[in-house]
């Protein structure tokens, strides 16, 4: 897991990061110290608030609220019980994670500017209950933390420990914010931020990923805060839990990159330093200075560089260290794919049966009875005219909708099996693709299909090993590199089903993944989904192409006003007086006849 | 018995307040789909130009409260023009950092330019006190009052009833479809944004006469008028006013039986349970989770 120390990219980082160490030791003057100890805290709250505000992106205004949590529990238990704030601190972190819970669970539906309000909300109530809470938090009026000096008060007399110690929590946030990106669970974070769906649809519980990254970030929030109230050694409501501070720290992040390792450190160490400094200059003008700074920082960043300082100069910078001695790229060792899932049931014999759905939205029944089987092995053709209901089906056989009635199954190692949300039946072994594709734009393709392929793998490695053999079978091998979101439609759709196949499903549900394409796509498709098929994947999909449904199709299946009109041979179902009057009208047939 | 009524009726008067604060913001948000955070600051602007213009010109707040509305409708078209319009298209969360830049520049430069101090308009008309039988009230609440329900009826008939109005609600609906319908949206968004901001002007102009000017004055009335419009149900008219009553009357009851100090706990518990359970608020669009 560890980088090499010998590429550049690693030894520039530490360089970079060292500075902050070493240049206030070698500059000896209180002002640097006092400077970069404040950089180092909040490039430590900056880069905790990322891990939820960044890779979740999930917006929050009120993060002060573990801040204050963290610097309040460490500060009461000094002062009231003399504990020492190296034990308060995780007394701190622990409210602040439950906290974190309380605020998450309900919030998680919420997006955008609503879940910020809701942070806001919190943080409110939480201050009024400091202030109200007089006889033991001391009010409006502030606490001020024992002055016992001495490493296991936290406090000291010389501010080279200081920043030792600040250094120290910082570096745990970034190593942790570090971590997280690396991993299947970074992965998941930044698929559920893009298309929450499809996360769902390859296995990720976007439920525990969110909370996990709340607790988490709460943690390292609090933690931070009670560092950083030994070091103010006065706590006061109004500036612990300030929407003033939530924001400040929010917008470090914006400000170098969000959902970056780097961003939130580089945004802090380039703008803190700057709105010190102008409040220091222009002191004549108050207090506000210093906040006017941020806010128009925040608009021109906002408006000029959305995507922050690493988002748009990363890949200059990468370029130029890499010229540096040793930075060429190194290989990553390639492994060896895992087996395939070996199939369950015997050519022909059923894997997944859905018995008497029945689905009503308001007065429609969208699915009226609707039952069929899908067994292995084959390719089974779901049609049916526009608004016969094929998609709700669809949706009800991979858990993004409850039946009203009725119940779908799947074979599984452990049986028979009714899974009831989407993720679970990704794990049950369904994969499914969106008729509307939903590539995760922000991520390479390869990047992509190993979001499919973490189901079965934590390790990165091996989830690049499944994607690549996955693209051989899709067709994508040479556009691995790209990013998603510069792909043809027929790569986007081809991208569904491989983030779908990286998931080793044993039945592969396909949504219209030929509609919109042009002939030679078409046709490459079809070899694809033929190559599925004999790879020992069951497929069930829907499709209005009605001639590559004929040819691929083992079986079709087709579906009116809700209801299942015809099941049989390809051959069979075409002839049928019902399917035909059900696409073309009763006209048809009377013309026929004539 | 009578405190209690005396209760209600100084939470429908305080409500009549944050009615014209909050028609405002939910105008701005159903129409071009923001979250103005800086709507606080607006009010915070306005309070301070109140001041200026009654110091220096001895204006009375409720004269200069539409010489400040105009201004606050060309300030906010320009926050549309120069800050939102870029960003249309851009993520939530850049739309919402870039008010919220907005606001905490003006916040600070308020702190800047006229420094913590609180700044109140001294006058008579407005602030003296009332009696209609056994209830007193000071006569400024009443006049806010009477405003907000004019203003309530003029901006629904404005909507409803007027060409303009029409595109505006049809953009509200859909932004696509609105535009091909020949609806200019880039104009519409800056009418839109210019009246909210406009609105809140006037609203500066009535509270000037009971409340001073100071830098976070915006935030004290703006996190409440957020409270509202999200009970009310983001972008619903109807909603910000019944939601404004609501809070003035849980205002002032939880302020007399729980205590001033929890009386804001009370709301933003109200306003957490409504975000939670039914986000699209009262009225609403049903955006809430979207």
């Given at each position: 897991m560890m980088p090499p120390i010998l590429n550049p990219r690693v030894y520039i980082g530490l360089l970079g990061l060292l500075s902050i160490l070493l240049v206030p030791l070698a500059a000896q003057s209180p002002f640097v110290y006092h400077l970069a100890i404040q950089v180092c805290v909040f490039a430590g709250l900056a880069t905790a608030w990322n891990i939820?505000?960044?890779?979740?992106?999930?917006?929050?205004?009120g993060h002060a609220v573990f801040y204050g949590i963290g610097s309040y529990s460490a500060g009461l238990l000094v002062a009231k019980f003399g504990i020492s704030p190296w034990i308060g601190m995780f007394a701190g972190a622990a409210v602040s994670a439950a906290m974190a819970l309380l605020i998450a669970y309900p919030t998680l539906r919420l997006r955008g500017p609503f879940f910020s309000l809701a942070t806001i909300a919190f943080l409110e109530v939480v201050r009024l209950l400091v202030v109200h809470q007089e006889s033991w938090t001391g009010g409006s009026a502030g606490l001020n933390v024992p002055l016992q000096i001495g490493l296991p008060w936290m406090i000291f007399r010389e501010k080279w420990a200081y920043l030792l110690v600040a250094f120290g929590f910082f570096a745990l946030a970034l190593a942790v914010s570090w971590l997280i990106r690396r991993s299947r669970f970074g992965f998941y974070l930044i698929a559920v931020r893009e298309r929450e769906d499809a996360a769902r649809a390859v296995g990720v519980n976007a439920v525990r990923a969110k909370i996990a990254a709340a607790v988490i970030s709460a943690v390292l929030t609090s933690l931070i805060g009670s560092f950083h109230g030994m070091y103010l050694t006065f706590l006061e409501p109004s500036s612990a839990f300030s929407l003033e501070m939530s924001i400040q720290i929010a917008m470090f992040a914006l400000i170098g990159g969000l959902g970056t390792v780097v961003g939130p450190v580089i945004g802090t160490v380039l703008v803190?330093?700057?709105?010190?400094?102008?409040?220091?200059?222009l002191s004549a003008f108050g207090n506000g200075t210093h906040g006017f700074v941020y806010g128009v920082l925040l608009v021109v960043v906002v408006l000029y560089f959305p995507r922050g300082l690493v988002g748009h100069l990363s890949e200059r910078v990468l370029r130029l260290i890499d010229r540096l001695p040793n930075g060429a790229k190194a290989k990553a060792a390639v492994l060896p794919a895992p087996a395939a899932q070996k199939p369950l049931a015997t050519q022909g014999q059923p894997i997944l049966r859905a018995e008497g759905l029945h689905k009503r939205f308001g007065g429609l029944k969208a699915t009226d009875n609707v039952s069929l089987t899908l067994h292995q092995g084959e390719i089974l053709g779901v049609i049916g005219p526009n608004g016969a209901g094929k998609t709700t089906v669809f949706n009800q056989l991979s858990g993004f909708i409850k039946p009203d009635q009725g119940s779908v199954s799947v074979l599984t190692e452990n049986g028979w099996v009714s899974p009831r949300s989407p993720e679970v039946f990704a794990h049950a072994g369904v994969g499914r693709t969106f008729q509307i594709v939903q590539p995760f734009t922000g991520l390479s393709v390869m990047e992509n299909i190993m979001l499919g392929a973490f189901m079965h793998t934590r390790n990165r490695a091996a989830a690049e090993a499944i994607a690549r053999e996955v693209a051989q079978l899709t067709d994508l091998t040479s556009l691995l590199d790209t990013e998603a979101r510069s792909l043809t439609v027929g790569g986007m759709k081809r991208l569904e089903v491989a983030r779908a196949l990286a998931t080793r499903p044993r039945i592969l549900l396909l949504d219209e993944v030929l509609a919109g394409l042009n002939p030679s796509d078409v046709t490459?498709?079809?070899?694809?989904?033929?190559?599925i098929r004999d790879a020992g994947v069951s497929v069930l999909m829907i499709e209005h192409l009605m001639q590559a449904t004929m040819a691929l199709s083992d079986r079709i299946v087709v579906i009116n006003l809700g209801q299942v009109l015809r099941e049989g041979k390809p051959a069979d179902v075409v002839n049928d007086p019902a399917v035909i009057e059900a696409y073309l009208g009763k006209g048809y047939t009377h013309a026929q006849t004539a | 018995m009578s405190i209690f009524i005396q209760l209600l009726v100084n939470g429908l008067l305080l409500g009549g307040a944050y009615a014209i604060i909050s028609i405002g913001l939910t105008l701005i948000f159903g129409v071009v789909r923001v979250v103005n955070f800086a709507h606080g600051e607006f009010l915070m602007v306005g309070m301070y130009a109140v001041w200026l213009l009654a110091q220096h010109l001895g204006l009375h707040p409720y004269t200069s409260a539409i010489l400040v509305a105009v201004m606050l409708f060309v300030m906010g078209g320009l926050m549309?023009?120069?800050?939102?319009?870029?960003?249309?298209?851009?993520?939530?969360h850049i739309q919402i950092f870039a008010t919220v830049g907005v606001s905490t520049a003006l916040l600070n430069l308020a702190l800047m330019v006229f420094g913590?101090?609180?700044?109140?308009?001294?006058?008579?008309?407005?602030?003296?006190?009332?009696?209609?039988?056994?209830?007193?009230?000071?006569?400024g609440q009443v006049i806010t009052f009477v405003v907000a329900i004019v203003v309530a009826a003029v901006t629904h008939l404005f909507l409803k009833h007027t060409y303009t109005g029409r595109g505006l609600r049809a953009l509200a609906q859909n932004r696509m479809s609105a535009a091909l319908m020949g609806v200019d949206v880039n104009k519409a968004y800056i009418l839109a944004f210019g009246i909210g901001a406009g609105l809140v002007g006037l609203a500066a102009g009535l509270l000037a006469v009971q409340y001073p000017a100071f830098p976070t004055v915006?935030?004290?009335?703006?996190?409440?008028?957020?409270?509202?419009?999200?009970?009310?149900g983001m972008g619903s008219l109807p909603g910000a006013v019944i939601g404004s009553l609501f809070i003035g009357l849980i205002d002032s009851l939880a302020g007399y039986y729980v205590g001033p100090g929890l009386k804001e706990?009370?709301?933003?518990?109200?306003?957490?349970?409504?975000?939670?359970?039914?986000?699209?608020?009262?009225?609403?669009?049903?955006?809430?989770?979207?």
């Open positions: 939820v505000g960044g890779f979740a992106g999930q917006l929050s205004l803190l330093p700057v709105a010190e400094l102008a409040r220091g200059w490459r498709a079809i070899e694809m989904i033929r190559r | 549309q023009r120069l800050v939102i319009q870029p960003l249309l298209s851009a993520d939530a913590a101090d609180i700044r109140k308009a001294e006058v008579t008309f407005g602030t003296e006190p009332m009696s209609v039988g056994a209830f007193t009230f000071v006569s915006g935030q004290y009335f703006v996190l409440t008028a957020f409270v509202i419009v999200v009970l009310g706990v009370v709301y933003f518990l109200v306003f957490l349970a409504i975000l939670i359970v039914r986000p699209t608020g009262l009225f609403g669009l049903g955006r809430g989770s979207e």
